[in-house]
């Protein structure tokens, strides 16, 4: 992965912050047009990378020490296996304006990817609301 960690212009980007909203962590959050990105660890580094279009709900929240030090959390609910359906970035500086940068993008990644919220709506991440018969057949899976 190139050092921007995500591909695609790049929406926005932040560290996470601690309690008191110093960036002294090694978690940043990147966001594209396509996609959003957490990084993390020091010796070893992960990348979670998460397709917008995969996103189905943004919850915000924040405690009563968020709320003082003005910061956020962010869940990111998603139909994406590798995040276990969710994403959280934690400790957002100016929460509520990144929620609805990352609302825009998310839906403007829909638009592009030709993805609608309604293909999400069922149970099981590939549920396409064709029920327990999904490969198209009508023969209870068999196609043979």
């Known amino acids: 992965m190139s050092n921007s960690m995500a591909d695609g212009d790049i929406l926005w980007s932040q560290r996470k912050r601690n309690w008191c909203r110093t960036p002294f962590t090694f978690t940043t959050y990147t966001l594209t047009n396509d996609e959003i990105a957490v990084k993390t660890g020091v010796l070893r580094e992960t990348y979670d990378v ?14 009563l020490m968020q709320r003082l030090f003005g910061l956020s959390t962010i869940t990111l609910e998603t139909r994406d296996q590798s995040s276990g359906g969710k994403l959280v ?16 993008a998310v839906d403007e990644s829909r638009n592009v990817n030709r993805v609608s919220a309604r293909e999400y709506m069922g149970d099981s991440a590939y549920d396409d609301g064709r029920g327990a018969d999904d490969d198209g057949y009508g023969d209870g899976g068999y196609a043979g």
């Open 50 to 63: 998460t397709k917008l279009f995969r996103v189905v709900d943004l919850t915000l929240t924040r405690t």
């Open 89 to 104: 970035l934690k400790n957002v500086v100016h929460g509520f304006d990144v929620r609805r940068l990352i609302q825009r």
